[in-house]
T-cell receptor, first 113, second 118 residues
Framework: DQQVKQNSPSLSVQEGRISILNCDYT??????FLWYKKYPAEGPTFLIS?????DKNEDGRFTVFLNKSAKHLSLHIVPSQPGDSAVYFC????????????FGKGTRLHILP | EPEVTQTPSHQVTQMGQEVILRCVPI?????FYWYRQILGQKVEFLVS????????KSEIFDDQFSVERPDGSNFTLKIRSTKLEDSAMYFC????????????????FGPGTRLTVL
């Protein structure tokens, strides 16, 4: 049961270029979408989020785009930096305070020098 | 910056033994969670906890699992009789639960406890 799908297990991007990570979801009841970043031996770290009433949210080098009709979201990182190399998890939840987060399987991003 | 902490970082146990994984959520947070990640798989929800009771639990969270907030700071996950398939990274998370501020009230995760069942 994959409610949140990240179809690319890995992605390599040249330093300074744009990294685009994609995510699809199946449950139209999701109200809130998040991206988490994870380094080895650490827990997921919240990166950026977007509510279902928006189509774009920007925070510095990170922008998340949401296409509700396509049930698709993407994370853009520009410019990509070496420290961005990590696993990125797309995630979704409802809008209640204690809603669980449903994670995708993650995409490993490699930033090449 | 406040953070969620977890102990131990790595726990090795024999099959059938009981383990207790400990978490200290961020101090003013009200909602607590356990997730796990089996090696190579996605992070999966186990249980959520609020006001000293379970709010929601997944199918994984069977009778072998229990959670407790024994005092004002700790949040524990107990596995009564561990199985080989319980080997995973276990992550604790917490969030504040602000009224009317859901969109900024994300869950913060601890560094995880790696549980190895032999």
């Amino acid at each position: 049961d994959q409610q949140v799908k990240q179809n690319s297990p890995s992605l390599s991007v040249q330093e300074g270029r744009i990294s685009i990570l994609n995510c699809d979801y199946t449950n139209s009841m999701f109200d809130y979408f998040l991206w988490y970043k994870k380094y080895p031996a650490e827990g997921p770290t919240f990166l950026i989020s977007i509510s279902s009433i928006k189509d774009k949210n920007e925070d510095g080098r990170f922008t998340v785009f949401l296409n509700k009709s396509a049930k698709h979201l993407s994370l853009h990182i520009v410019p990509s930096q070496p420290g961005d190399s990590a696993v990125y998890f797309c995630a979704a939840s409802g809008m209640n305070r204690d809603d669980k987060i449903i994670f995708g399987k993650g995409t490993r991003l490699h930033i090449l020098p | 910056e406040p953070e969620v902490t977890q102990t131990p970082s790595h726990q090795v146990t024999q099959m059938g033994q009981e383990v207790i994984l400990r978490c200290v959520p961020i101090s003013n947070h009200l909602y607590f969670y356990w997730y796990r990640q089996i090696l190579g798989q996605k992070v999966e929800f186990l249980v959520s906890f609020y006001n000293n009771e379970i709010s929601e639990k997944s199918e994984i969270f069977d009778d072998q699992f229990s959670v407790e907030r024994p005092d004002g700071s700790n949040f524990t996950l107990k596995i009564r009789s561990t199985k080989l398939e319980d080997s995973a990274m276990y992550f604790c998370a917490s969030n504040l639960g602000l009224a009317g501020a859901i969109s900024t009230d994300t869950q913060y995760f601890g560094p995880g406890t790696r549980l190895t069942v032999l």
